[in-house]
């Protein structure tokens, strides 16, 4: 493999993790603040991914900018389905079986409504740029997925903003840490817990327009997604946004450059391989290393 | 007195528990009639038909749902099937159930349908994974099977006795492929050695594609050489890494076995990467309509081996197309409702033929059918050894404006196969 091929893989390990840690970082949050594993970020992914298309194919909105405003507008929906079902969990430091069926229960209900509203085919979005590519020397950089990565990193950034210099942010961590001393310092939880849940969906369906632009998809949509999701926010040690990141670009060049050695049919292994190998030598996961550092710096 | 009560009361247990005994005895005893039982009182003929109308299969699924549905629908209006020992014609119904993609489910439903819904026979399982996990279940429940979207060899040579397949041998797919484009090379169209990569979907259906692609090459010496052949995972977000191999082989023709949504993926991200072949084949998979919108004109140009096309010449193929855009105000997309349509067909003829509603019979009369007028190449409808048909291929390739030709067999063929120059690719 010359310079070129290795640079090119490199881009494209690089851009395919922009977008797995766009879909992972929702399900981060979610779990970070409320310790619920959220099987219903699929469904929502692909809801996303519909809403796009519909703003596109009825009222030609540019797919970037539909995915721009799934963002508020699942937000809102992820408040309702938390005051609506998810408040009614009993709260725990760990995620429990009820949390996991009721997730798992409202990802099939969001398929289900996915087929009675648009069917069993495969829907894409063409645009101009799905196609095209930007040439840089040797490098071949597909725009629509440069196009997707952008706007995935600039999410991540302005959500790492959020957390470190708003009051929210600063709720968030806390309620991460710990949640009983959060309510002692006076967080209001109950209303945290649901607009946190609001943003992790409002993620989930900004993650799933853009990766409409990139795949094909129907209700189905999003069940390989989740699996690479779980892997990512295991590797990077399951409450961290920057761990979700560098999990996602760990997972991402893994997958990418194992090919070179391993034929192409035992992706789906890598990442299993990696989420065992995860969970055995580093239960606390990138962020898990990185706290180890900081403490004994 | 209190002793009587008692006494009276074991009695009346014991008359109960001997009467519930007797019940079940009689109802053990009669069941190996049960067929025989209810069809001298049947009112229909139930048919199980198992697959997927969600998941990731749920396109082709649904195709060959509406294809079964049809079949029904006129036979039914014809009055039925005659069977003989009733001496009455009875209405096929169908008991239908969506396996949502799902080996484990498939395999379940097809053994529900046998055996708590006693169906006469099974048709589906939609793709080699589902149509797999379906198989082992015939020969258990003693009912046959029909596939309609399953033709894996490995399925069919495992010796079971109940199975059937209106699916060419995916083996001959690769081979036909291979010849198809040999006839190129004969017409000066192609040079002759030119090299090929192959990328196969990690299944057996990917296997055999494989090895018949190969064996053909092997048999012809001189027209092609494969220079790279992997597998890959079905429904990977990423083909970048297996794409990059694919373009250091410096092949000149690139064939891919891929179900409906890696095709669009794999492709979309061909294109992006700015790959050329001289010719470019997803295997079975080229002139859906879904791919064609997903990547517009980047679809011309590609071909593909399939079990039957709507561009057959034959009178009952016409009407057939004409009847299925009456029954669902569409033409028919690629092979998969054409399939299925006879695979109904021949099951209600096995079944006339037989006269009886008895699987062994309805089994045996599958293994001796010849059914003319077969909507699929060749026009006869004939189960081989193992169960599995032996019907031709042909070679369909996507023209410019959303046309898809048929351009082999040559005598059947309403369009050249075109080799593109590069700046048209």
Known sequence: ?297 | MMGWIKTGKEMSMKWISALAAAGLLLAGLWAPGATSNSAATAKDIPIGVVLPLTGREAKPGQYQKEGIDLAIKQINEKGGVFVRELNQKLPLREVFYDDGSDQAKSAGLAARAMSSDNVVAVLGGYSTALGEAESVMPDRYQTPWITTGAAATSIFDRGYQWIFGTLSPVDLLGYTTAEFLGSLVDAGKLHKGLNVALALENTDHGVDYGNGIKKWIQEHGGYFAVVFSESFDLGSPDFSGLLQKVKNAHADIYLADAHLQDYITMHRQYVQAGMHHTMISYGARGPETDARKALGDATDYIFAGIWWSKNLPYPQVKRFVEDYKGFTGREPDSWYAATAYEAARGLAAAIEKGGTLKKATIRDELRKLELRESLLPGQVLRFGKGGQVDTPFVIVQNKPGGKVDLVYPKDGANGEAVVPPASQK
Not at chain 1, 135 to 151: C, K, S
Not at chain 1, 157 to 171: P, Q
Not at chain 1, 234 to 261: K, Q
Not at chain 1, 271 to 286: E, H, N, R, T
Request: aromatic share 12%; with cysteine.
């Open chain 1, 1 to 297: 493999m010359d310079t070129a091929d290795f640079a090119n893989l490199l881009v494209s390990a690089l851009l395919l993790a922009g977008i797995y840690a766009a879909m992972s970082v929702g399900m981060t949050i979610v779990y970070g603040v409320m310790k619920i594993v959220n099987l219903a970020h699929a469904g929502f992914l692909m809801l996303g991914a519909y809403f796009v298309l519909e703003l596109y194919e009825s009222w030609n909105v540019d797919p970037l900018a539909g995915s721009l405003l799934a963002f508020p507008l699942f937000l809102l929906a992820g408040m309702l389905v938390h005051w609506l079902l998810v408040k009614r969990i009993p709260v725990s430091d760990q995620p429990t079986l009820a949390s996991l069926l009721l997730m798992f229960g409202l990802w099939l209900v969001l398929q289900n409504i996915g087929y009675l509203v648009w069917g069993n085919s495969d829907r894409s979005i063409l645009t101009t740029r799905t196609l095209s590519s930007l040439h840089v020397g040797p490098i071949t950089i597909p725009t629509v997925r440069l196009m997707v990565f952008i706007p995935a990193v600039c999410s991540l950034l302005l959500l790492e903003f959020v957390l470190r210099k708003t009051w929210y942010g600063r709720a968030v961590r806390a309620l991460m840490q710990n949640r009983y001393a959060g309510r002692l310092a006076g967080i209001p939880v109950e209303k945290m817990a649901r607009l946190t849940f609001g943003v992790g969906i409002g993620f989930a369906g900004a993650a799933g327009g853009l990766l409409a632009q990139l795949y094909s998809f129907s209700p189905d949509f999003g069940h390989g997604f989740l699996l690479r999701s779980f892997v990512i926010i295991v590797l990077g040690g399951l409450e961290s946004f920057w761990g979700a990141a560098a999990g996602a670009l760990v997972l991402a060049l893994v997958e990418t450059f194992s090919i070179l050695v391993l034929p192409a049919g035992y992706q789906p292994a890598i990442a299993f391989s990696l989420l065992v190998l995860a969970l055995i030598l580093l239960p606390g996961g990138i962020a898990g290393i990185f706290a180890k550092k900081q403490r004994w710096a």
